[in-house]
């Protein structure tokens, strides 16, 4: 499972419906959101040239209330000047009455998050304190057992790539609970979408854990053509850095080398254009983990400049 899967899949469907956000801090014990929010755009442009992305923003275009979420799955120091810019730029914009939710699966970000943009020096203090909606097993257990049914896929999420017998039966639980849900092209939306987040070794098991055979499920053409993109980019990817391992042999240059065009390899298999600069300046990187974040991007970007976005 691809880093991008697991991190998209949530936007997916907090974008698909708002509300969803409310009920989730709700079932964990956290105040809802205003309960008519609607998606905007997430490039919040503070002071030239800077602009910050977060991953979701949510308005309520009647009362100017707003949300920012940040979907995070690890530590992410950079946060810690993003978070007060992108709260900064939104009251700027739109008023105080905002908040900043941090989802995330692991009670150690949990952790970083709640401190990591809040700043000190002599008396003075500032920063972003979010609210941090930790999604852990027992976060599950509850919104299983009291959200709605498609909030199955949030239950899902918790898995986070495990594969052992326990993660088995929470995502058995999670794929018969979207069985209750009366509407059928939702019904099917969410167990495709519960797929999509789980280790293969689980859809596999579930194959001959469930009653049904997951083949023959009906198939929704939207979600469909989403998850096999979502293949094919990490079929795509894992080819190419297979290929960088490959090329990567040697000096640690021409690893780097190696690995640029193979980017742009990527790139261009998902059809996406590259400029000449665009093209020019990855080939002219020298740092590894830089190339590794823009090819984590490549799977998801719409432009090739898009790789080059501080968050």
Excluded at 4 to 33: A, F, N, Q
Excluded at 179 to 185: G, H, K, N, Q, T
Aim: neutral net charge; glycine residues 6%.
């Amino acid at each position: 499972m691809t880093t991008s899967t697991v991190h998209e899949s949530v936007l997916l469907w907090l974008r698909d419906d708002p509300s969803r956000l409310s009920s989730l801090l709700v079932l964990t014990g956290h105040p809802p959101c205003p309960p008519m929010l609607t998606v905007e755009d997430s490039a919040l442009r503070v002071i030239v040239p800077i602009e910050v992305s977060p991953d979701l923003v949510l308005r309520d275009l009647e009362t100017s209330e707003w949300v920012l979420v940040e979907v995070q799955r690890r530590p992410d120091e950079a946060k810690a000047r993003r978070w007060p810019m992108a709260m900064a730029a939104m009251a700027d914009r739109h008023g105080p009455r905002g908040e900043l939710v941090v989802i995330t699966a692991s009670s150690a970000v949990a952790r970083w998050a709640k401190r990591v943009a809040r700043h000190e020096r002599g008396e003075t203090r500032w920063g972003v304190t979010p609210t941090v909606l930790l999604l852990g097993v027992a976060e599950a257990e509850v919104v299983l057992r009291e959200g709605a049914p498609e909030l199955a896929v949030f239950a899902a999420w918790v898995l986070q790539g495990r594969y052992g017998s326990s993660a088995l039966a929470l995502a058995r639980r999670a794929f018969e609970r979207a069985e209750d849900i009366a509407d059928a092209a939702l019904r099917v939306q969410t167990r495709w979408s519960i797929l999509s987040v789980l280790h293969p070794t689980i859809v596999h098991k579930l194959r001959s854990a469930v009653m049904i055979d997951i083949d023959q499920l009906p198939k929704n053409p939207a979600l469909e053509r989403w998850v096999a993109e979502i293949d094919a980019r990490g079929k795509a990817l894992g080819e190419a850095l297979g290929e960088a391992r490959g090329e990567a042999r040697g000096e640690a240059r021409g690893k780097v080398a190696g690995e640029a065009r193979l980017l742009l390899r990527v790139l261009r298999l998902r059809g996406v254009a590259v400029t000449d600069n665009d093209e020019a300046r990855i080939l002219a990187a020298t740092d590894t983990a830089e190339i590794e974040r823009w090819a984590d991007r490549a799977l998801t970007v719409a432009h090739a400049s898009d790789l080059f976005m501080e968050f």
